[in-house]
C-alpha cells in the first residue's frame, strides 16, 4: 500500500475540515430569540401579547407553534418575518435581523388563505414574486414547472384559483412561497379551514415536501394531531401575555405516515402537548 505525501495528507485534512463545517453548518441556529416580548399599545389598557420568549430553531428542522387563540403563536410568527417589531429582548434570524431577512428574501411566508389573485393564473400566482425580484420570463418558466411538480399541481398552471378545491389553492399558496428557494418556510395555520380529511391529505404531502426540500419550516397550529405529525420540535404556547410552556423534542422517524397517530410513542407525544396545553391556562386563573 502507497504511503500518503504530504500534499495527500494536506487534502485529507481540509476535506475532513470541510466536513466538520458542514456538520456544523447543518446544525446552524437559523432563529433565536432572547428574552423577547412585544406589548400592543391600546388606549385603554396595553396588550401584552409576548412574553420572555426563549427560543431556538436550527436549520432542517420542523417546528410548530401551538396554544389556545390569542397566546400569541401568529405574532411570534411575524416578529420572525418582521411584521411585527419586538418591544424588548433580542431575535436573529440566519444570524442578523429579522429586518435582513426580510431584505434579503430568506424566507417565503404561507398565511391562513391562500391569497391567490383570481384574474392570474396559477403559474402567474407562482410568478408573482419571481416577477417582482426581476427573474427572467425563462427562470421563471423554470421554477414554476419545478414547484407545481413538488405540490403535485403538475398540469393546473393554466387553471385560475376559483377553479380549483380549497386544498389546491393552499398548496399553490406553498409553490408560490417556495418559488425563490427561501432558506425557511414559516406557515400560518395554512390547513385550518379545510375539512380532516383534506387535512391529513395535506399534512403527509407536507412531510414529502419538507424531505424533499430540507427546507426549516416553523408552522402555526391549533391541532394537536397536526402539531405531533409534522414536527421535529413542538412549542406550547400559553396565554396572555403569550409565553412558552413547554418545549417538546420529537423522537419519532421523520418517514412516517398517519399510521403512526395510533402508536404509543406518538400518543404519549400527544398527551404531553395536552397536558401543557391545559397547564398553560392555569397562568388564567
Same mark, same amino acid.
Given at each position: 500500500m502507497a504511503q500518503k505525501t504530504t500534499g495527500d495528507l494536506a487534502k485529507d485534512q481540509a476535506g475532513s475540515e470541510a466536513n466538520t463545517g458542514a456538520k456544523s453548518a447543518s446544525r446552524a441556529s437559523v432563529i433565536h430569540a432572547q428574552n423577547l416580548s412585544l406589548t400592543f399599545p391600546a388606549a385603554d389598557a396595553p396588550v401584552h401579547a409576548l412574553s420572555d420568549i426563549d427560543l431556538e430553531v436550527k436549520r432542517g428542522e420542523f417546528v410548530s407553534f401551538i396554544g389556545p387563540s390569542g397566546c400569541g403563536?401568529?405574532?411570534?410568527?411575524? &416578529?420572525?418575518?418582521?411584521?411585527?417589531?419586538?418591544?424588548?429582548?433580542?431575535?436573529? &434570524?440566519?444570524?442578523?435581523?429579522?429586518?435582513?431577512?426580510?431584505?434579503d428574501r430568506s424566507y417565503g411566508y404561507v398565511f391562513q388563505a391562500a391569497g391567490l389573485y383570481?384574474?392570474?393564473?396559477?403559474?402567474?400566482?407562482?410568478?408573482?414574486?419571481?416577477?417582482?425580484?426581476?427573474?427572467?420570463?425563462?427562470?421563471?418558466?423554470?421554477?414554476?414547472?419545478?414547484?407545481?411538480?413538488?405540490?403535485?399541481?403538475?398540469?393546473?398552471?393554466?387553471?385560475?384559483?376559483?377553479?380549483?378545491?380549497?386544498?389546491?389553492?393552499?398548496?399553490?399558496?406553498i409553490a408560490r412561497a417556495l418559488a425563490f428557494d427561501p432558506e425557511l418556510l414559516l406557515m400560518d395555520e395554512p390547513f385550518g379551514a379545510l375539512d380532516e380529511i383534506v387535512r391529513d391529505h395535506l399534512n403527509e404531502q407536507l412531510l414529502r415536501l419538507w424531505a424533499k426540500t430540507e427546507k426549516t419550516v416553523v408552522f402555526v397550529t391549533h391541532s394537536i394531531p397536526e402539531a405531533v405529525f409534522l414536527s421535529t420540535k413542538i412549542v406550547v404556547m400559553s396565554p396572555r401575555p403569550g409565553r412558552i410552556y413547554d418545549i417538546i423534542e420529537s423522537d419519532l422517524p421523520r418517514d412516517r405516515d398517519l399510521d403512526i397517530r395510533e402508536t404509543p410513542e406518538f400518543l404519549e407525544i400527544a398527551h404531553r402537548v395536552r397536558e401543557g396545553l391545559r397547564a398553560g391556562h392555569s397562568y388564567e386563573d
Open positions: 403563536k401568529t405574532t411570534l410568527l411575524r &416578529v420572525i418575518a418582521d411584521l411585527e417589531q419586538p418591544t424588548s429582548g433580542s431575535i436573529t &434570524v440566519n444570524g442578523g435581523s429579522p429586518e435582513q431577512a426580510r431584505r383570481p384574474w392570474r393564473t396559477i403559474a402567474g400566482n407562482i410568478a408573482l414574486p419571481l416577477e417582482i425580484m426581476g427573474y427572467t420570463r425563462a427562470e421563471q418558466k423554470k421554477r414554476i414547472a419545478k414547484n407545481l411538480e413538488l405540490v403535485n399541481l403538475a398540469g393546473f398552471e393554466r387553471k385560475f384559483p376559483w377553479q380549483l378545491s380549497g386544498g389546491m389553492q393552499q398548496r399553490a399558496s
